[in-house]
């Protein structure tokens, strides 16, 4: 695949799974075996994952930044937002509008995001939920 069709499947990812809320965006992007940080998650792993994410934000509102590719890795520099309705890094739901930043650098093979890595603040996005 190309570094343009790699871009494509992690816009397509973050864009279906995120900002149209469908968790089943893992089955069509991720390969079985997904990798986050880590951690083989595979597809439902990470569909879990969306899903923590989207029930703690509503709306959840994704954007990227920065799109960079060499090869078979896709870096994507995100800015996230939304007002948090649940439990979210340990914090219950603050009725606040969160904003944050994340970095993440995607491996892709076939068409697929095979693993992942990710960078988040947690310490500024814990301070925003706890303010007030």
Known sequence: M???ANKEVVRSFYSEAINSRDTYACERW?????VHNGVKRGREGQREVVAYFLAAFEPLRHEI??????HD???????WSGRQVGEFLGCAASGQEIAFTSTAVLKIAGGEI???????????????????
Not at 30 to 34: I, M, Q, V
């Open 2 to 4: 190309t570094i343009e």
């Open 30 to 34: 991720l390969s079985r075996g997904f």
């Open 65 to 70: 930044l920065l799109l960079l590719g060499e």
């Open 73 to 79: 890795l896709v870096a994507a520099h995100q800015r």
């Open 114 to 132: 095979v693993q992942a890595w990710d960078e988040m603040d947690t310490g500024a996005i814990v301070a925003q939920m706890t303010a007030g």
